[in-house]
C-alpha cells in the first residue's frame, strides 16, 4: 500500500517561497513508469495541476506557474519537494502531492495540506 504524507508551513509571507515535502512510503518514487505530482486547490475552485518529477527525474510543469515553481526529489529519502517562488495570497490552497500511474490515473494521494500566505 503506498502512502503519501505532505508536510511543510501552513503560512508563508507574501513574496516569499512556499516548500513542502511528500513522503513516500510503500513504494519507491524511481520505481519505472509513475509520476509524483503536486497539484492544488484554492478555497472554492478546482483542482490545479502544478507539475509532476517523473520515475527518471524529469520535471514538467504547468506553464502557468512554471517560471515560479520547481519540483526535486531526495531518493535516499523517498521524498520529492515543491517550491513555488514569490508567492501571493491566490497561490493559497490546500496543496496535495499524488502519484499519478501507468494508465494515467492519480491512484494515490496524500490528505492534502493546507497553505495561506498572508502577511
Known amino acids: 500500500q503506498v502512502q503519501l504524507q505532505e508536510s511543510g508551513p501552513g503560512l508563508v509571507k507574501p513574496s516569499q517561497t512556499l516548500s513542502l515535502t511528500c513522503t513516500v512510503s510503500?513504494?519507491?518514487?524511481?520505481?519505472?513508469?509513475?509520476?509524483w505530482s503536486w497539484i492544488r486547490q484554492p478555497p472554492g475552485k478546482g483542482l490545479e495541476w502544478i507539475g509532476y518529477i517523473a520515475y527518471s527525474g524529469s520535471t514538467y510543469y504547468s506553464p502557468s506557474l512554471k517560471s515560479r515553481t520547481s519540483i526535486s526529489r531526495d531518493t535516499s529519502k523517498n521524498q520529492f519537494t515543491l517550491q513555488l517562488n514569490s508567492v501571493t495570497p491566490e497561490d493559497t490552497a490546500v496543496y496535495y502531492c499524488a502519484r499519478r500511474g501507468r494508465a494515467n490515473e492519480y491512484d494515490y494521494w496524500g490528505q492534502g495540506t493546507q497553505v495561506t500566505v498572508s502577511a
Open positions: 510503500g513504494g519507491s518514487i524511481t520505481t519505472n513508469y509513475y509520476y
